[in-house]
């Protein structure tokens, strides 16, 4: 199995300009997750999604952050418009159940300046 | 209170020792617990899940739970350099299954 794949890997962009992060989790998973690691923060959960369907996104921090799940194989995260504070890895994560173990994408690494 | 919390480190071990990394949490109705290893600039690489008391082997990891006393510990015998890393834990909270992660120990393992 390819895992979990992210694009793209980095991103540099300025304040400003709309962000789109993609992840296509690994074939057969019913859960998605999306987070956001920081040396300061750590990993924090942002949003995650069961049968294409968001579960909780009380983990966004503001309305400039949404997430959609079109189909089982296919998922963003946009960040609209995006700031210097959102600069971070932003990784996605898959399992076959929402208790069960996690698998990452590779991330990407989103700076704004 | 965090609700999984680890000791942030860094924890120093000799090569060849047993390192030993703890982790506590605070819902005593989760019931799977998971070990993950992360590179420095890497993502989160799963090593072990627990889901009943005692100990799960694999290998040179060894996983230890203890739900009486809300503590799951990960142990590496036989420790190597490559073995460097920050190990992150997570819990599955009851209410709602979604993984609550602790802050990670970053472990240096010493040739």
């Known amino acids: 199995d390819a895992g979990v794949i992210q694009s793209p890997r980095h991103e540099v962009t300025e304040m400003g300009q709309e962000v789109t992060l993609r992840c296509k989790p690994i074939s057969g998973h019913n859960s998605l997750f999306w987070y956001r690691q920081t040396m300061m923060r750590g990993l924090e959960l942002l949003i995650y999604?069961?049968?294409?369907?968001?579960?909780?996104d009380s983990g966004m921090p503001e309305d400039r952050f949404s997430a959609k799940m079109p189909n089982a194989s296919f998922s963003t995260l946009k960040i609209q418009p995006s700031e210097p504070r959102d600069s971070a890895v932003y990784f996605c994560?898959?399992?076959?159940?929402?208790?069960?173990?996690?698998?990452f994408g590779p991330g990407t690494r989103l700076t704004v300046t | 209170q965090k609700e999984v919390e680890q000791n942030s480190g860094p924890l120093s071990v000799p090569e060849g020792a047993i390192a030993s990394l703890n982790c506590t949490y605070s819902d005593r109705g989760s019931q799977s617990f998971f070990w993950y290893r992360q590179y420095s600039g890497k993502s989160p690489e799963l090593i072990m899940f627990i889901y009943s008391n005692g100990d799960k082997e694999d290998g040179r990891f060894t996983a230890q739970l203890n739900k009486a006393s809300q503590y799951v510990s990960l142990l590496i015998r036989d420790s190597q350099p490559s073995d460097s890393a920050t190990y992150l834990c997570a819990v599955a909270r009851r209410s709602n299954y979604q993984l609550i992660w602790g802050a990670g120990t970053k472990l240096i393992i010493k040739p």
């Open positions: 999604f069961n049968n294409n369907v968001p579960i909780d």
């Open positions: 994560a898959s399992s076959l159940a929402l208790d069960s173990e996690q698998y």
